[in-house]
């Protein structure tokens, strides 16, 4: 049987592409591993699904000073043996690595054993894990045409981000139900990314009531960051976490508010959701959803608010720009040829894989 070691984490965008693959790579009979850290977020992910998991040890990569930093490169070594006995043991056909830091020994370790590698970047730019995985590549999938001066030339191939089919199969009247909503007003769906944006939260619930008016509110605020005092608002429901039935929110969402990151809009482009996108700022990202942000406005799919304009006011005038303006984005959206990611980048395994 051919088998397939999948590494990526630290957070879910660096998981969710590759179990978006996982069902395409059981029908072409590969045996999956998964390489991850020993406590992150993506051992619990992977396990859920019944696949063997490999946890390692591993360091963050930071861009400032931490203690941890003198600490970190000792572990990432020990992970680099720890992954050589991985192949050595499991001897994989191939490995597929969707970045973060977990994946910066196991891509070396699988290209000294001979083990051809590919990398998938979802960002306008490369990120550090990737960067220091990119000369060991043999081939690198990404989700911008931008992207493409930033890689190696000839390794790089444009494929989009994979998307788990679940999400393409939501009910809107399941959704309705869930949420309580009892009237036909267009819904706006808030998205903060995975660990939820308190800034995003703190000015939708100051311009709560106003949007209330003309729209239903579901808001996925992020763990902890729940906003007690606008519990029980008619038409507005909030949740830390959303997993099953995600899919349903998204298909009764009209649009979407939302972070910017890769993966998230990715996420927007395939299912035509028109959206209000709020990239982190310079002061907290290296700037990564900023790109992303300007590269879908200029591509007509989304509206961009800048996380250093984001008032009350302008939030609210984003959402009814952008609901006006709906089948504009819709529209643009439909030319968007990056729908067959899981196809592209599953026939790029088989091919590197014999």
Excluded: W
């Excluded at 003198?70 to 992970?79: C, K, L, M, N, S």
């Excluded at 003309?214 to 976490?241: R, S, T, W």
């Excluded at 009814?320 to 089948?327: G, H, L």
């Amino acid at each position: 049987m051919k088998k397939i070691v999948l590494t990526g984490g630290g957070t879910a965008g660096h998981v969710t592409p590759n179990i978006a693959l996982i069902p395409r790579l059981k029908e072409l009979g590969y045996e999956i591993h998964y390489v991850g850290s020993y406590d992150g977020i993506e051992k619990k992910l992977i396990e859920e699904l019944g696949i063997p998991y490999h946890g390692i040890s591993s360091g963050k990569l930071r861009r400032y000073f931490d203690l941890n930093n003198f600490i970190d490169p000792f572990r990432v070594i020990r992970g680099y043996f720890q992954s050589k006995k991985i192949m050595k043991t499991l001897k994989p056909n191939i490995v597929f690595s969707k970045g973060g830091f977990v994946s910066v020994p196991v891509t070396r370790a699988a290209a000294k054993k001979k083990v051809p590698v590919i990398l998938h970047e979802s960002d306008m730019t490369p990120g550090l894990a990737n960067r220091l995985a990119l000369k060991k590549a043999n081939r690198i999938c990404c989700n911008f045409p931008e992207t493409i001066d930033n890689l190696p030339k000839g390794k790089a191939v444009v494929t989009g981000t994979p998307i788990r089919a679940e999400l393409f199969s939501g009910d809107r009247e399941a959704a309705k139900r869930f949420c309580g909503f009892t009237d036909d007003k267009p819904v706006v769906l808030f998205i903060g990314g995975s660990t939820g944006s308190q800034i995003i939260n703190e000015t939708l619930s100051a311009c709560l009531d106003e949007l209330l008016k003309d729209f239903n509110i579901i808001h996925l605020c992020g763990k902890g960051k729940a906003i007690a005092k606008n519990n029980g608002k008619p038409g507005y429901v909030q949740y830390e976490y959303i997993k099953k039935e995600l899919s349903d929110l998204f298909a009764l969402a009209d649009i979407a508010v939302s972070r910017a990151g890769a993966n998230a809009i990715c996420e927007l482009l395939a299912l035509r959701k028109p959206s209000v996108l709020i990239p982190l700022s310079l002061a907290a990202s290296r700037g990564d959803q900023i790109l992303n942000a300007q590269s879908f406005e200029k591509s007509g799919y989304s509206y961009l608010l800048k996380e250093e304009d984001l008032t009350p006011e302008t939030l609210v005038k984003a959402i009814n720009d952008t609901f006006r303006d709906r089948e504009k984005y819709i529209s643009a959206m439909s030319t968007s040829h990056q729908s067959d990611a899981i196809n592209l980048i599953t026939d790029m395994i088989e091919k590197l894989a014999k």
